[in-house]
């Protein structure tokens, strides 16, 4: 073996045009949003507003597991690598989806469907708008 693990990383890093966002910051704050929101509901409706906050979890935590694995590898050398990971991520995120939902329709049987739905959508919308600037953000020290 030629190289330590940091130089492997270094590697990686080398050739790369796109920055790794930082996953926790990004969860914190959409959670953060979501929390704000979700107060605001409660307001309200308590139900609405722990239905709201479902619905937008059930994007955001997939969401955030399929960021993670697409970001795992960067750069040309690791193309192999970045294309197998990313497939495993978006598999992992609609299974992550899918169970989710499952265990919300298994053991909430009187969830406020509109407000679990409207929460996805506004937390996926979210993401349209979010993963973009983060992804075309320009690199440090270029």
């Known amino acids: 073996m030629t190289g330590s693990k940091?130089?492997?990383?270094?590697?990686?890093?080398?050739?790369?045009?796109?920055?790794?966002?930082?996953?926790?910051?990004?969860?914190?704050?959409?959670?953060?949003?979501?929390?704000?929101?979700?107060?605001?509901?409660?307001?309200?409706?308590?139900?609405?507003?722990l239905a709201f906050a479902a619905g937008a979890l059930l994007h955001i935590l997939p969401q955030t597991y399929l960021a993670i694995r697409a970001f795992r590898y960067r750069g040309a050398a690791q193309i192999q690598h970045t294309f197998i990971s990313t497939n495993q991520g978006l598999v992992g995120k609609w299974l992550l989806f899918a169970t989710g939902l499952a265990l919300t329709f298994r053991f909430w049987t009187d969830v406020h469907l509109p407000a679990l739905f409207i929460g996805y959508l506004l937390a996926q919308m979210g993401s349209w708008i979010v993963y973009p600037i983060l992804i075309n953000r320009p690199l440090r020290g270029k």
Do not use: C, E, M, Y
């Open 6 to 49: 940091s130089t492997l990383r270094h590697r990686q890093r080398k050739g790369s045009t796109i920055p790794q966002p930082a996953f926790a910051g990004l969860f914190f704050g959409q959670a953060g949003v979501v929390l704000s929101v979700a107060l605001a509901l409660a307001i309200w409706s308590q139900a609405v507003a």
